[in-house]
């Protein structure tokens, strides 16, 4: 079973964002777009393949036709409860946020040490 994850960007009152099908973990997945996709025009390319595969330096599109999906910030988090979606990535315009699935909510890892995951409700964060 692939663990999916949503990738995308907050701009102004939306959030731009793909699918991830495959590869969605923190530890792997965090790193990949710290390294390759850092600035706003990296996360747009990335973004503007539609749906992708999993995270590497070039974009590996899972439906080449595909199309960024956008909603509206005060909905993104109940859409994303319906999609069966473990993690969820945010560029903010300077850096990555991670967010997890836990009890039916999601949280934003503030630290992710081996063994050792802190969280914080994204009523806080968002």
């Not at 590996?60 to 409860?81: M, T």
Request: negative net charge.
């Amino acid at each position: 079973m692939s663990t999916n994850s949503f990738v995308g960007m907050v701009d102004g009152d939306e959030i731009v964002f793909v699918r991830c099908h495959f590869d969605g973990q923190p530890r792997h997945q965090h790193p990949l777009l710290v390294k390759y996709y850092n600035t706003k025009d990296d996360v747009e390319t990335l973004i503007n393949s539609g749906d992708i595969r999993s995270v590497g330096e070039h974009p590996d599109p899972y439906d080449p036709d595909g199309e960024p999906r956008v909603i509206a910030k005060s909905l993104f988090w109940g859409y994303v409860q319906q999609q069966y979606v473990s993690f969820v990535y945010l560029f903010d315009g300077e850096q990555w946020g991670t967010h997890v699935l836990a009890d039916g909510d999601y949280y934003k890892i503030v630290s992710n040490e081996p063994n050792h995951l802190i969280v914080q409700s994204n009523k806080e964060t968002t």
